[in-house]
């Protein structure tokens, strides 16, 4: 009985003492590694601040890059791709600096940063057309920012908001935004409608057979003469355009500030009208004569 209970109090002995073996070799363990783990979270903290403190420098170079360009006489769409291109290269190099401090080699930066370059070539091939296209938009400057244009290929127009890196943003006449890829703009046809100083007004009103022609003429001729926003020192040219199916076509030629044209244009459509019906003047609707032959009974 007596060596059982000998036996017993060693298993119970040998029990108790395996745990606080386990605890031994894990706070050994802590302790081994506790100056390397303590100097990682200081790494890691100092990395994490300087990052932070780098963005507010980021922030101010880019700030004092754009009066510089300003002062430069830069136009702002070049401005604004410019810095965005910049702020890119800045954080990489910000980022790669501190990746550097944590422990990462040189070589293996510069291996991720080249599978990472070939990565994003084959997945962002659309977006690198649109970047090279926007750097072709900022050096043939087709385009610059308050300039109202037309882009052709799928009729979207307005005023230039923006010439970003991928993206060039428009502001159309019912204040939305549109955003166009810079490759699409690149390589497809556009009309800048505010690159020349002035515009042409293009109009034709149909007037009916039985009007007096040179009268009809007279009335448009007044109305351009007369109308504030038209340039008296450019020609004004009223002609008959076309002898067409149920009217004479008369068109009216006049020359604009670009600002002015669509006010312009409305105002002397609307001018017309009342002119025309305050001297007779008939605009006709489209019409067909219809002639019924009859045939003589025997």
């Not at 810095?83 to 790669?96: E, G, H, N, P």
């Not at 938009?137 to 979207?156: A, Q, S, T």
């Given at each position: 009985m007596k060596e059982h209970m000998t036996e017993l109090t060693q298993n119970v002995a040998e029990m108790v003492a395996e745990p606080e073996k386990k605890v031994n070799e894990l706070l050994n363990y802590?302790?081994?590694?506790?100056?390397?783990?303590?100097?990682?979270?200081?790494?890691?903290?100092?990395?994490?601040?300087v990052f932070f403190i780098g963005k507010k420098v980021i922030n101010w170079l880019l700030r004092m890059i754009k009066r510089s360009f300003t002062r430069a006489g830069l136009e702002e769409g070049s401005i604004h791709f410019l810095l965005s291109l910049i702020k890119a290269l800045m954080y990489v190099i910000l980022v790669s600096s501190l990746a550097t401090y944590l422990g990462v080699k040189e070589a293996s930066i510069a291996a991720l940063l080249g599978s990472m370059g070939v990565g994003i070539v084959l997945a962002l091939k659309e977006s690198l057309s649109n970047l090279a296209g926007g750097v072709i938009l900022?050096?043939?400057?087709?385009?610059?920012?308050?300039?109202?244009?037309?882009?052709?290929?799928?009729?979207?127009?307005?005023?230039?908001?923006?010439?970003?890196?991928?993206?060039?943003?428009?502001?159309?006449?019912?204040?939305?935004?549109?955003?166009?890829?810079?490759?699409?703009?690149?390589?497809?046809?556009?009309?800048?409608?505010?690159?020349?100083?002035?515009?042409?007004?293009?109009?034709?009103?149909?007037?009916?057979?039985?009007?007096?022609?040179?009268?009809?003429k007279a009335v448009l001729e007044e109305i351009l003469r007369t109308d504030e926003k038209v340039m008296q020192n450019e020609p004004v040219d009223v002609f008959v355009d076309e002898l067409a199916e149920s009217s004479v076509q008369i068109g009216f030629r006049a020359w604009l500030a670009p600002e002015d044209y669509w006010p312009a244009k409305w105002r002397i459509t609307e001018t017309v009208k009342y002119a025309f019906d305050a001297k007779g003047i008939s605009i006709p609707y489209k019409q067909i004569d219809v002639h019924v032959a009859s045939e003589n009974t025997k």
């Amino acid at each position: 009985m007596k060596e059982h209970m000998t036996e017993l109090t060693q298993n119970v002995a040998e029990m108790v003492a395996e745990p606080e073996k386990k605890v031994n070799e894990l706070l050994n363990y802590f302790q081994d590694r506790l100056p390397g783990m303590i100097d990682l979270l200081i790494k890691i903290a100092l990395v994490l601040a300087v990052f932070f403190i780098g963005k507010k420098v980021i922030n101010w170079l880019l700030r004092m890059i754009k009066r510089s360009f300003t002062r430069a006489g830069l136009e702002e769409g070049s401005i604004h791709f410019l810095l965005s291109l910049i702020k890119a290269l800045m954080y990489v190099i910000l980022v790669s600096s501190l990746a550097t401090y944590l422990g990462v080699k040189e070589a293996s930066i510069a291996a991720l940063l080249g599978s990472m370059g070939v990565g994003i070539v084959l997945a962002l091939k659309e977006s690198l057309s649109n970047l090279a296209g926007g750097v072709i938009l900022l050096l043939m400057k087709p385009f610059v920012v308050g300039d109202y244009i037309r882009e052709d290929g799928h009729g979207n127009e307005g005023t230039v908001h923006s010439i970003d890196l991928f993206y060039t943003k428009l502001i159309t006449p019912d204040n939305q935004v549109v955003s166009l890829p810079n490759g699409i703009l690149s390589n497809t046809s556009m009309t800048n409608v505010t690159k020349q100083d002035k515009r042409q007004l293009r109009l034709t009103v149909g007037i009916s057979y039985d009007a007096d022609i040179k009268e009809a003429k007279a009335v448009l001729e007044e109305i351009l003469r007369t109308d504030e926003k038209v340039m008296q020192n450019e020609p004004v040219d009223v002609f008959v355009d076309e002898l067409a199916e149920s009217s004479v076509q008369i068109g009216f030629r006049a020359w604009l500030a670009p600002e002015d044209y669509w006010p312009a244009k409305w105002r002397i459509t609307e001018t017309v009208k009342y002119a025309f019906d305050a001297k007779g003047i008939s605009i006709p609707y489209k019409q067909i004569d219809v002639h019924v032959a009859s045939e003589n009974t025997k």
